[in-house]
């Protein structure tokens, strides 16, 4: 399968793109099986498990299953409408999607928070149901929403079996499977990273349009980090958690023209930039997947560090920035995992350091070896991070936690600049440790919000 990089970075809504954003695109698949099923649909029903129950609440995996059921999809939602169609639910107990009538939907009976069972397929399940007059179910479909807002049906992920390919579809002119067979095809063509991906992208769009496309993801990053930036107050959810990055950005300002200015002061830039964001994520706001949600901040935090203070730095280049960071996401995401309910937050804010640490290698002028070098000192200090928000919510220890991984990721494109692409621990090696570290990984630390910070630090 090829992995593109509009997979890797998504236009979706927050706070979670395996809690939000996955439980509405499994929604409108659901909605687009009945359109073509020749009974008649009366009602709907949802049953979540696993950590979409855990933590469905405060990652909002309620309120995105109904408006997935609506007919509402992370990319397109209007924010209005969505709360107009929320509103209606509440006084009507139905629901009604575009072509199939008006459908009962109470969630007080319809929405089931399973807490007993977890399905087989992976930790975020959920069973969608068609119901007829009398309530009884008709036709249902299993979802799970394995990270980064991709759904696969059961037997969708039956299928993908031992399939961990990304760019290695047999279509494209670099079909590389791991970042040993993505180094051998760079030496070999004598390409970059970003021009073998470019080619690879090729083959299913026109250059233009894929520049078009980076640009637009880019403009959607920048726009949600400046409404982070200029919006301050208390973030929903209940923890009364205070909107930081506003505050943060205005002392920075006030102290940019002073002399004595202590060079770590960079590194508060970078955790404003990534903080802004994960702040509009938190509050349900539009965010780009990169790689996920919960991280998002990451890899625009390190772009804007790289425009706005490095000298020479070029819009020009972001091109080869995302596309080198999609072809790391995809390395990770086919042969390990990029989903904290799967493997742990060193899945997410671990891989989005990764990404980013690869794209600023390259675009300040790494080879490939220093970007793979790059990648896998980002990844390796991540490794074993858990996944424990506090009450369910991407707030604590989400948001700093990706001003952090901006910072790594920094550090550790700059230390792979500083030697000559030849490292000990290969990039291939850290994404398996990081996948059997996941697998080892207590449940209790993959997004359930039962073990870590999520029980020691007291929410009321
Ligand atoms: S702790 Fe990490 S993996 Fe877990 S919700 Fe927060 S950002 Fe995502």
Redo the contacts with the bound molecule.
């Keep these: 399968m090829f992995l593109s990089v509009f997979d890797i970075f998504k236009i979706g809504v927050g706070p979670?793109s395996s809690h939000t954003m996955g439980p509405m695109v499994a929604g409108g698949r659901f909605l687009d099986s009945l359109r073509a099923r020749p009974f008649r649909t009366h009602g709907l029903r949802a049953s979540l498990h696993g950590s979409l129950a855990f933590t469905g609440k405060g990652h909002a995996t309620d309120r995105a299953t109904i408006l997935g059921l609506a007919g509402f999809l992370p990319e397109t939602m209007n924010a209005e409408a969505a709360e107009a169609v929320l509103a209606e639910n509440r006084d009507t107990k139905t629901l009604s999607p575009e072509g199939l009538g008006d459908l009962a939907f109470d969630p007080a009976r319809d929405l089931i928070f399973d807490f007993d069972r977890a399905l087989p397929g992976h930790a975020n399940g959920m069973i969608l149901m068609a119901t007829d007059a009398q309530g009884d179910v008709i036709y249902q479909q299993t979802y799970y929403s394995i990270g980064g807002g991709f759904v696969l049906t059961e037997a969708e992920l039956a299928a993908r079996g031992d399939d961990t390919r990304t760019d290695a579809s047999p279509k494209v002119p670099h079909p590389f499977a791991s970042a040993a067979e993505m180094l051998h095809m760079a030496e070999n063509s004598g390409k970059s990273i970003a021009a073998m991906k470019r080619e690879n992208e090729r083959v299913f769009r026109t250059d233009a349009e894929i520049s078009a496309g980076i640009h637009h993801i880019w403009q959607v990053m920048r726009d949600c980090m400046d409404r982070g930036i200029a919006t301050g107050g208390i973030l929903p959810g209940g923890l009364s958690i205070r909107r930081r990055a506003a505050g943060i950005h205005a002392a920075l300002k006030a102290e940019a023209g002073m002399n004595l200015t202590a060079p770590h002061v960079i590194n508060d830039w970078m955790s404003m930039y990534a903080m802004a964001v994960n702040e509009e994520n938190a509050a349900g706001g539009q965010v780009v997947t990169a790689p996920?949600n919960?991280?998002a901040g990451v890899v625009p935090a390190v772009i804007r560090y790289w425009l706005d203070h490095v000298p020479g730095a070029s819009e020009r280049q972001l091109d080869d920035f995302l596309l080198t960071a999609s072809a790391v996401g995809g390395l990770i995401k086919h042969n390990a995992s990029i989903s904290?309910a799967e493997c742990?937050?060193q899945?997410?804010?671990g891989s989005a350091s990764a990404m980013a640490a690869a794209g600023l290698c390259a675009v300040l002028g790494g080879t490939p070896q220093q970007v793979e070098n790059a990648a896998e000192i980002a990844l390796e200090h991540h490794l074993g991070?858990?996944?424990?928000?506090v009450k369910g919510l991407?707030q604590v220890?989400?948001i700093e936690?990706?001003g952090l991984g901006a910072i790594k990721a920094v550090s550790a494109a700059s230390l792979a600049l500083r030697g000559d692409g030849n490292h000990f621990v290969p990039l291939d090696s850290a994404i398996e440790t990081m996948r059997q570290t996941g697998a080892d990984m207590s449940e209790k630390y993959k997004?359930t919000s039962l073990g870590g910070l999520a029980v020691n630090v007291p929410n009321c």
Excluded: L, Q
Excluded at 385 to 389: E, H, I, S, V
């Design positions: 979670s996920t919960g991280a904290g742990g937050c899945a997410e804010v991070m858990t996944c424990d928000p991407v220890p989400c936690r990706n997004e």
